[in-house]
């Protein structure tokens, strides 16, 4: 194992992004294929449409709005039916009925960073989405994910009630479109190296590989 700190992988990413559920399997796959490097995914916000009211928006409207039609939409899907079939996703977009707008979502994400539980509060609100149709624009359902995954539910549904923390988040939004971020996945490692997209893991590991190989001296941890 690396004498250095982990390495930080920064992933910004959107929970109604299904390239960003792909893209997590295969930063997955590019992890386990360099087993001699520490790594520390952090995930920060992005919102592919940050219109949407806070309720969500009819999916069937918002695929018409979108794609102009479900039979447009579906052919749009194909391509990731077909990734997501090759990364273990069976995604179910039929069974969504809600396109929400996910900075809740964002708020669960960032509070689960405090008891570690990012990485799998993640998966469950990607698979809430996309294979089990769940509602993400209900406090209700964040807060039943946020029970699942181990968090302090009844803190997570008193926050719920707030603003807190939706200022942060807008300005991390903001913070990626001034970095030039213009659609996710998006990939930061060690805050030197960007990847955009939903990369296949071979490319990732190598990144991560790079990474690790040139990273300067003051990254180095004396051994225990």
Same mark, same amino acid.
């Given at each position: 194992?690396?004498?250095?700190?982990?390495?930080?992988?920064?992933?910004?990413?959107?929970?109604?992004?299904?390239?960003?559920?792909?893209?997590?399997?295969?930063?997955?796959?590019?992890?386990?294929?360099?087993?001699?490097?520490?790594?520390?995914?952090?995930?920060?916000?992005?919102?592919?449409?940050?219109?949407?009211?806070?309720?969500?928006?009819?999916?069937?409207?918002?695929?018409?709005?979108?794609?102009?039609?479900? !039979?447009?939409?579906?052919?749009?899907? @194909? $391509?990731?039916?077909? *990734?997501?079939?090759? =990364? +273990?996703?069976?995604? &179910?977009?039929?069974?969504?009925?809600?396109?929400?707008?996910?900075?809740?979502?964002?708020?669960?994400?960032?509070?689960?960073?405090?008891? !570690?539980?990012?990485?799998?509060?993640? @998966? $469950?609100?990607?698979? *809430?989405?996309?294979? =089990? +149709?769940?509602?993400? &624009?209900?406090?209700?359902?964040?807060?039943?994910?946020?029970?699942?995954?181990?968090?302090?539910?009844?803190?997570?549904?008193?926050?719920?009630?707030?603003?807190?923390?939706?200022?942060?988040?807008?300005?991390?939004?903001?913070?990626?479109?001034?970095?030039?971020?213009?659609?996710?996945?998006?990939?930061?490692?060690?805050?030197?190296?960007?990847?955009?997209?939903?990369?296949?893991?071979?490319?990732?590991?190598?990144?991560?590989?790079?990474?690790?190989?040139?990273?300067?001296?003051?990254?180095?941890?004396?051994?225990?």
């Amino acid at each position: 194992m690396s004498s250095q700190k982990p390495l930080v992988v920064d992933v910004i990413s959107d929970v109604m992004c299904p390239w960003c559920y792909i893209g997590k399997r295969r930063l997955e796959k590019a992890i386990r294929s360099v087993p001699d490097i520490a790594v520390d995914v952090r995930w920060h916000p992005y919102q592919l449409d940050p219109t949407l009211p806070k309720e969500g928006k009819d999916r069937a409207t918002y695929l018409n709005e979108k794609f102009g039609g479900p !039979d447009r939409a579906e052919a749009a899907y @194909e $391509r990731v039916r077909q *990734a997501g079939r090759e =990364e +273990g996703i069976a995604f &179910a977009f039929e069974k969504i009925d809600v396109s929400p707008n996910t900075l809740d979502a964002h708020r669960l994400i960032l509070w689960s960073r405090s008891d !570690d539980l990012q990485d799998d509060v993640v @998966e $469950r609100l990607f698979r *809430a989405y996309f294979v =089990e +149709g769940r509602n993400l &624009a209900k406090s209700e359902t964040l807060v039943q994910i946020s029970a699942e995954a181990g968090m302090q539910s009844d803190l997570v549904e008193q926050l719920f009630e707030t603003d807190s923390d939706l200022a942060k988040l807008k300005r991390q939004i903001d913070q990626a479109s001034e970095m030039g971020v213009t659609g996710v996945p998006f990939f930061i490692i060690d805050g030197r190296f960007a990847l955009a997209g939903a990369e296949d893991p071979a490319t990732i590991a190598a990144a991560l590989q790079h990474a690790e190989a040139t990273r300067s001296d003051e990254d180095a941890v004396a051994d225990a």
